[in-house]
C-alpha cells in the first residue's frame, strides 16, 4: 500500500468525493484539513458531519493559509485549474492527488477494471459489472458513475472484482493508480473548458494506462492510438477493440474487456440482450398521446447527442439542450448536419444558449428558454404524435444544477407534472 508523503492532507471539495474521502484519511490517521468553497446547505450538513468526526473543515471560503500548510492535496474533480485554490496548490509545489488515486492505495481488490472515455463510460461500465456477476463473481460499480471508489472500500474484498469509471478529471491527479484491465473507449472533443487543449485531455485519458504492468491489459481503438497517442508507451499488453467484428464498437469493447476476465461470450450476448439501462442515459420515462419522452442528462458531450439522435426518426425529435458548455462552437457546429435531419425544434437553455444558437442557425427553429420548467412547456407545445421529446444537454449541468442527476430528475418531475395535468384538462 502506498503512503502519501506526510500526514498532513487538505481535502478540496466537501460534496460526496471530497466528504467521504475526508472521512476515510481521518479513520486511516491523517490530520485532515476539508474545505469547499460554496456554501449550500448539502455542504454545510457535510461540513458540520465532520466536524462531529473531529475534523477541520470549513464552507463559503478557502482558508489558504490553512489549506497550503498541508503537506499534500486531496482535489475533487469539480474544482477547475482556473480557480484560485487550484493555481495555489499548483504553485506550492506539493503533491496533488484525486480521490481514484487515493482509493487505489487502500483497496484490498485483486482485479480493478477501470473504464473511461468522452462517451459510453457509465453504460459499459454497468454492463461489465452485470457480466461479471452473472457469472456468479462480486462485483463492485463505482467511481465517476456516482458513488465513490472511497466510499465502497468496506464492500470490497481481494476478491471482488471492482469496476471503475473514470473521467479525465478523476484520473489528471493519479500517479501509482494501475487497474488490472483499463478501457479507453474513445476520444472526443470534451471538457475543454477544464483541460488546455486536446493533447493536454488525451494525456488525463492516458495516465489510466501509464503505471500498468506487463500482466494488466490495455484495451483500446486503434484509430484513437493513430490519431491521439501514437508514441505512448505502456508495459502493459494492448487489445484493439475495434479490430475486433461486432455489432457494434460498445459490444466489441465488452467482448475485449469479458475475455480478459474469463466470462464467456455468450454471457456478455445474454446481459446485453437482457440489458434494461440506467437513469439518465437515454431513459424512456414517459408517452402520451404518441409522444415518447426521454431523459439523456447523462449527454454532456456533442459526441453523447450525436450518438443520441442517430437513434430516433428524421425530423422526430424535440431536443432540450444545453447547459454549462465544455467544448467551443466548432463542436457544435459539427453536428449541423444531425441537427437539421433529425431536430424538429431546439429548445435551449443555460449558458451555452448564444454559442448553439449561432453554431446551428439556420438548420432547424430553435427558441431560447430562461429555466428547465419552460423547456419542457416550450417542448411539449410543438410535439406531435410519433415525436420523442429528448432531453440531451451537449453540455454540463453545473450552471443550474447540482449535477447530471439532479436535471435528470427534475426533467422527468416537471414533464410528468405537465403531463398530467393535461389529462386533468382533458
Known sequence: MKMAPGTKVAVLGLRDTGFLSALCLHEKGYRVFASDLADTEDVRENVSKL??????????????????ASDWFLISPGIPPGSGI???????????YSEIEIASWFSPARTVVAITGSCGKTTTATLIAQIVEAGGRKAVLCGNIGNPWIGELSKITPDTIVVLEVSSFQLAHCVSFAPSVGLLLNIFPNHMDWHADMKEYAGAKLNLFRAMKSTDVMICRKKDETDFFPDFRTAARRVYFDERPASNPNEAALLCAAEVLGCPEELVRKTILNFRGIEHRLEKFAEQDGIAFVNDSKATTTASLAWALEKFGDGTVVLVCGGKYKTDVEDFRGLRILIARKVRRAVLVGAARPIIQEAWQGTTEMVEAGSLDEACRLSIEKAQKGDTVLLSPACASFDMFKNYQERGRLFKEMIQKRLQSIVLRK
Open 51 to 68: 466536524a462531529g468526526r473531529g475534523i477541520r473543515a470549513e464552507c463559503g471560503k478557502h482558508s489558504f493559509d490553512a489549506i497550503l
Open 86 to 96: 487550484y493555481q495555489a496548490i499548483l504553485a506550492a509545489k506539493k503533491p496533488v
